[in-house]
């Protein structure tokens, strides 16, 4: 297993919001991070140079889909996810667990692994622990993670315990199966939303050694009050010298809160799937871009933002490409929610690293000012 590539550099007094560094085969990431969802080996509508000037560090792609198509033996010939999609910064793939989970009744789940019919054409297809990491390995990325069971959150306890102990033995099969060097491998916590279980998982991964680790099994369906509970009772036994990964969390309040618990590293597709669907992020509040009132709007989305789409384009335009259904409306509103991310994301190091988390901490539209404001000269 490689050997700790995290570095911690600040802790904030007042709450226990982190600022590290963690080292890649393709660069440094500084935490706390937003990870943009590429599922496909794209973030949907932005190109690599989008990502990299709007300050992406690192991206996400999915074991599960580039498994089914367009296959790892092709990425793998093409020299790798990076080459392949042609993204010079660090990558972290997912197991394919959630998918799984995703599947329902078309999928069975043993002790040697996951049986599913493939939603392109049918076929069944096997994914076990051994073959989860053989994909990820073939992909190339920086991060990979174990292959875990994510159960529904209104699965009963005796269920949820049996699957968190299946997850810790895959967890040694992945772990055992995973020979790269170059690629960190994290660990994922399950436990449903009991404390004692989440506790369990904890310290049963952990016992394993890896170089970081993940909170899973959260914004499965279940109400944010008990998402941010098991979120506060399960990060604080993590180790503080390993990243922190809380897998498929989401708004900009969710951000600010885990942040707040000590987590270092976000991905959700909330950003990109909402740009696509008209519903965009402001310093002053949500925008329905399809509604009325922006008909004959000739403001920027954000006056206080500083994105490409708001420097050159109004909300009448950005109204009339989404009625349109064009496709550079999507690219627009795409850049302008992930600038909005990535820019609070920005604005959470600087206020930890000056010692103004605790304050700014449920201000989001000042953070993601702050965060255009350093943008361009904050470093770690």
């Known amino acids: 297993m490689a050997k700790n590539k995290f570095k911690l550099l600040q802790t904030d007094t007042g709450t226990n919001a982190r600022l590290g560094q963690l080292r890649t085969a393709h660069g440094l990431v500084n935490t706390p991070i937003f990870m943009p969802v590429g599922t496909k080996a794209t973030v949907k509508t932005c190109s690599p140079r989008d990502l990299v000037d709007l300050g992406a560090e690192i991206i996400l792609g999915n074991t599960y889909h580039l498994y089914l198509r367009p296959g790892h033996n092709i990425i793998r010939q093409a020299g790798g996810l990076h080459k392949f999609m042609a993204w010079k910064k660090p990558i972290l793939t997912d197991s394919g667990g959630f998918q799984v989970f995703s599947l329902g009744a078309s999928r069975t789940i043993t002790e ?6 493939s939603e392109i054409d049918g076929q069944k ?3 076990t622990p051994e073959r989860s990491i053989e994909i990820q390995n073939a992909l190339g990325a920086d991060i990979i993670m174990i292959f875990d069971e994510c159960p529904a959150h209104t699965t009963d306890r005796a269920y949820i315990e049996s699957s968190m102990q299946m997850t810790l033995r895959w967890a040694e099969r992945c772990r055992r199966s995973h020979q790269n060097i170059n690629q960190l491998l994290f660990g994922i916590v399950q436990g449903g939303f009991f404390a004692d279980l989440r506790r369990s998982s904890v310290e049963g991964t952990v016992a394993l050694d890896f170089p970081g680790y993940a909170i899973g099994g959260l914004s499965v369906g279940e109400c944010k009050d008990l998402m941010y ?5 399960t990060a604080p036994f993590l180790p503080e010298d390993k990243p922190r990964y809380l897998m498929g969390v989401g708004t900009p309040e969710d951000l600010v809160y885990g942040v707040s ?3 270092d590293m976000f991905d959700c597709v909330m950003p990109t799937r909402n740009a696509r669907n008209g519903s965009l992020f402001t310093t002053t509040g949500g925008i329905k871009i399809r509604n009325a ?6 403001t920027p989305l954000d006056p206080n933002c500083t994105c490409y789409t708001c420097q050159y384009f109004t909300r009448a335009y950005m109204r009339h490409l989404h009625l349109e259904n064009e496709i550079l409306g999507h690219r627009l509103k ?3 929610n992930l600038h909005f991310y990535l820019s609070l994301m920005c604005g959470i190091r600087f206020a930890i690293t000056d010692g103004s988390f605790t304050k700014l901490k449920d201000q989001i539209p000042t ?9 361009s000269s904050l470093t770690h």
Do not use: R
Request: net charge negative.
């Open 112 to 117: 040697e692994g996951v049986e599913f019919k």
């Open 125 to 127: 297809h096997m994914i």
């Open 229 to 233: 509970e098991t979120l506060a009772v």
């Open 261 to 263: 618990c000590g987590i």
């Open 293 to 298: 009132q922006y008909k004959t709007d000739f």
């Open 334 to 336: 795409t850049i302008h």
């Open 367 to 375: 953070l993601v000012q702050i965060g255009q404001d350093v943008s």
